[in-house]
């Protein structure tokens, strides 16, 4: 056949759909033509027309064995133990302020418990008629106590009234009948810091921590026949006390001693 009757090739660089058997055939017949030698190993399997990218005619196939790319996934991770969940130590963890908050609460029951002021409380617990008005409500839970029964202790004026101390030998009187109110007064040669308890048979009790001169009014009641006034240092010195009670002007007990301590005890 001649060359005008042969068909043109198909142009390498435009034709890149169109195989070249023709081509490869000649390449292959002469080694010089196609680059010497057809080479050896992967260098004669991947050659192919000029003009064409090598990774054009790379092999595609996947691994032997392996499934096809597309549907191969790795193996899944079997989990040996069961999952947990991180522990939230946040949750545990205190708030600062607790600490100060339990200390503050601390320190207002300390000072509640030390607190100058007078409190009046019944033996049995329940507090007097005094401490219920406008005081704190009984924490046991009892009805407050009958003031025209049981009586109340009160203030009984200033006690810079309070004369000095008497002569331990004063004569002392009975309790008047009818009587209802009666008056405490503790004094010292000097200001002496004393623990005042006054108590009546009806169960009225009274705790008071002031310096002397100290003044008292006990109302008894009709439920009351005796009353109890214990006097002691503070300090627990031998401090030079008097204790007396009196009904009016007429004194109905005396009791001095310089132990730090003395007791006045009416009964009618």
């Known amino acids: 056949m001649s060359d005008s009757s042969r068909p043109a090739l198909p142009d390498p660089q435009q034709d890149r759909h169109v195989a070249f058997p023709e081509q490869t055939t000649e390449a292959a017949a002469d080694p010089?033509?196609?680059?010497?030698a057809a080479g050896t190993g992967d260098a004669a399997s991947t050659a192919g027309p000029p003009g064409l990218p090598a990774d054009a005619w790379a092999d595609h196939s996947s691994?032997?064995?392996?499934?096809?790319?597309?549907?191969?996934q790795p193996d899944p991770v079997v989990?040996?133990?069961?999952?947990?969940?991180?522990?939230?130590?946040?949750?545990?963890?205190?708030?600062?302020?607790?600490?100060?908050?339990?200390?503050?609460?601390?320190?207002?029951?300390?000072?509640?418990a030390n607190n100058p002021d007078d409190m009046t409380v019944q033996r049995d617990g329940t507090f007097s008629s005094e401490q219920e008005q406008g005081g704190p409500p009984d924490p046991w839970g009892n009805p407050p106590p009958d003031p025209a029964r049981v009586g109340w202790i009160s203030s009984a004026g200033d006690p810079g009234t309070v004369k000095a101390p008497i002569g331990a030998d004063t004569p002392v009187s009975p309790v008047p009948a009818g009587t209802s109110v009666l008056r405490v007064e503790v004094t010292a040669p000097s200001p002496e810091a004393v623990l005042t308890q006054v108590s009546t048979g009806a169960g009225l009790y009274e705790e008071t921590h002031e310096s002397t001169p100290v003044l008292r009014e006990v109302h008894t009641g009709?439920?009351?026949?005796?009353l109890d006034v214990t006097v002691s240092s503070a300090t627990e010195s031998s401090a030079a006390l008097q204790c007396r009670v009196y009904t009016g002007e007429t004194?109905?007990?005396?009791?001095?001693?310089?132990?730090?301590?003395?007791a006045c005890t009416v009964t009618w």
């Open 79 to 112: 989990l040996r133990t069961p999952p947990t969940r991180p522990v939230d130590r946040s949750r545990r963890r205190r708030p600062a302020w607790l600490p100060y908050a339990a200390i503050v609460g601390i320190f207002l029951v300390v000072s509640n």
């Open 63 to 72: 691994p032997t064995g392996a499934p096809p790319s597309s549907t191969w």
């Open 251 to 262: 004194l109905v007990s005396l009791d001095t001693s310089t132990t730090g301590r003395v």
């Open 222 to 226: 009709p439920a009351s026949r005796s």
């Open 32 to 36: 010089v033509a196609g680059g010497g």
